[in-house]
């Protein structure tokens, strides 16, 4: 019995921070709670299950910035992006997962060092590459359920304030979102509903966490941000390249 209370409380805290993270870099809540939920779930199930806590915090996030959305960078980027994630979601039963996951994971490692290092301050997207950063992390998104870390990157290249980054970062989320969680639930729905205490705890823990991060972002000065999403970038490659290696060593 101590051991359920144990990961309830982990989705607690992960879920808290998630939200959090999310909210200052526009990506986490997918990246960090998958891995955690499938120790119980499975990975195919903790995708579709932290879909909804997704959901919540990015809709949430999308409130309280709304005004703040690139709405041009939106439409070149985002419609492409919920392309993806329908097509990845179609599509995630019939790949290992584990495998995808070190592929990204060393994507986001490359793109971490090259932001931390600074060396993407002069690099900028045109629209084609935009297009293609779009679709790519939107197929993630569907695929693993994970997306955020290379949009995030993508948009990086594009000359916005850090609320605008974020603000179009959520709603570009949040078209992903609504195209993949019906594949989900209608796929899933009987796996899903075996787990819902650890939905409710985790929609809440990210919840609390999405707006806590919103007054964090408030203090981050505009010149560090770019530098604070890529060290988060770089962190979240490093933890899913150790859970992928560590998957694959255990098979």
């Known amino acids: 019995m101590w051991h359920v209370v144990l990961f309830e409380l982990f989705v607690i805290v992960v879920g808290f921070l998630a939200g959090m993270t999310a909210s200052v870099a526009g990506f ?24 909804l806590p997704h959901f919540l915090g990015t809709s949430i996030r999308l409130g309280l910035l709304k005004a703040k959305v690139n709405r041009k960078i939106l439409i070149r980027f985002g419609i492409l992006s919920a392309i993806g994630g329908l ?6 039963t019939f790949f290992e997962s584990d495998i995808l996951q070190v592929i990204f994971a060393v994507m986001l490692i490359s793109a971490g060092v090259l932001g931390v290092l600074q060396i993407t301050e002069h690099l900028r997207f045109g ?3 935009a297009s293609i950063a779009g679709l790519a992390s939107g197929f993630f998104g569907g695929l693993v359920g ?12 594009f000359e916005i304030e850090k609320e ?12 992903v979102d ?3 969680m019906p594949v989900y639930f209608l796929t899933q729905a009987g796996q899903v509903s075996e787990f819902l205490i650890v939905l409710i705890l985790s929609s809440v823990a990210v919840v609390v966490g999405t707006f806590t991060g919103n007054l964090v972002l408030r203090k981050i000065p505009e010149r560090s941000f770019r530098r604070v999403v890529s060290f988060l970038v770089l962190f979240l490659g490093i933890f899913l390249l150790f859970l992928g290696l560590n998957s694959r060593l255990q098979l």
């Open 127 to 129: 629209k084609t590459s």
């Open 146 to 157: 994970e997306q955020g870390g290379i949009r995030s990157v993508a948009l990086l290249n």
């Open 87 to 92: 097509t990845g979601a179609l599509i995630h």
């Open 178 to 180: 609504a195209v993949r």
């Open 28 to 51: 986490g809540i997918g990246s960090f709670l998958i891995p955690l939920v499938s120790v119980q779930t499975g990975i195919e199930v903790a995708i579709a299950l932290v879909s």
């Open 164 to 175: 605008a980054f974020i603000a179009t970062a959520t709603a570009t989320a949040l078209m």
